[in-house]
């Protein structure tokens, strides 16, 4: 089951408790996935919970009930896409009703939220190899709704940016942050918690993959320094230099030859001298040809 489910099977199990608040989250429905028809209204869902949650307010607000009237097997995902509909000599006065709702109040604003994401919205987790990162969005087919969205996200506090996308009004966020404050305001408790854990994790595997990078650079440099030092150490040692050296450089290079793979901390502590004072003699050394370790 996908993340996206997961939030909207848990947001159907809570309605408005206001008729207004049922009428806002349906105007959030039809402006993302609804349509006007020659002889009523319809709504197309992939999502058989959310079209059962729709219908029931629906019948809530005008004791009315939608029928399916097409399923179309969708191949690039693997679902069937359910058309709804109602027809009624009452139906244009109908959507004009819920058309007409506005989301002014605090319950309205939030139910329009959350209407929009049931009928449009989406939200992806990077999981594995997937590097595509966080992303939610918000694909409208109505540009007033598209609108009336971005207001409620200002008003809200909230982050999203608007794009067109062919015919369509597309409302996403990338941000980890502006995702999880988006749940927090619809209220989806429980996904909250299972994005706030990927989170975790994931940061947890970046800060070890950092770390493991910086000690494999820190590694591949020392490996470098050393294959540097002890050609040039072989080299005195072939011209006879090595033993015109002072006992204590003498020593310290003839101890660096021997333990090529040892680091400065560990060559220090085997000669019993600082790490400092191991650099120091190894550039005294090294500065025969100019170089440093």
């Known amino acids: 089951m996908s993340f996206t489910t997961d939030i909207k099977r848990e947001l159907t199990k809570t309605a408005p408790e206001t008729r207004e608040g049922r009428l806002a989250l349906l105007r959030a429905v039809f402006c993302t996935s609804g349509e006007e028809t020659a002889d009523g209204f319809a709504f197309i869902s992939e999502n058989e919970t959310v079209a059962a949650y729709v219908i029931g307010l629906a019948e809530q607000c005008f004791g009315v009930r939608l029928t399916l009237t097409e399923a179309v097997r969708d191949p690039k995902h693997g679902r069937d896409k359910l058309t709804f509909s109602y027809t009624d000599a009452g139906a244009e006065k109908r959507i004009?009703?819920?058309?007409?709702?506005?989301?002014?109040?605090?319950?309205?604003?939030?139910?329009?939220?959350?209407?929009?994401?049931?009928?449009?919205?989406?939200?992806?987790?990077?999981?594995?190899?997937?590097?595509?990162?966080?992303?939610?969005?918000?694909?409208?087919?109505?540009?007033?709704?598209?609108?009336?969205?971005?207001?409620?996200?200002?008003?809200?506090?909230?982050?999203?940016?608007?794009?067109?996308?062919?015919e369509r009004n597309v409302i996403y966020c990338k941000g980890r942050e502006g995702i999880g404050d988006y749940l927090s305001v619809l209220g989806a408790v429980s996904s909250l918690r299972t994005f706030e854990r990927t989170v975790a994790a994931r940061d947890e595997n970046n800060n070890r993959n950092r770390l493991e990078n910086c000690v494999a650079g820190n590694v591949d440099r020392s490996v470098s320094a050393s294959a540097r030092q002890i050609r040039y150490l072989d080299s005195l040692r072939e011209r006879g230099t090595l033993s015109a050296l002072p006992e204590a450089l003498r020593a310290t290079a003839e101890a660096r030859i021997q333990n090529p793979t040892l680091t400065y901390s560990e060559l220090a502590k085997q000669l019993g001298i600082s790490k400092s004072c191991l650099q120091h003699r190894l550039r005294k050394i090294m500065s025969y040809q100019g170089e440093n370790p």
Do not use: W
């Open 96 to 166: 004009g009703e819920i058309f007409a709702q506005g989301a002014g109040n605090d319950e309205c604003g939030r139910a329009f939220l959350k209407g929009a994401f049931l009928g449009g919205g989406s939200c992806l987790l990077p999981r594995g190899g997937n590097k595509t990162g966080y992303h939610l969005e918000i694909v409208f087919s109505d540009g007033g709704g598209a609108e009336l969205f971005m207001d409620l996200l200002q008003r809200l506090q909230l982050l999203g940016t608007l794009i067109e996308r062919g």
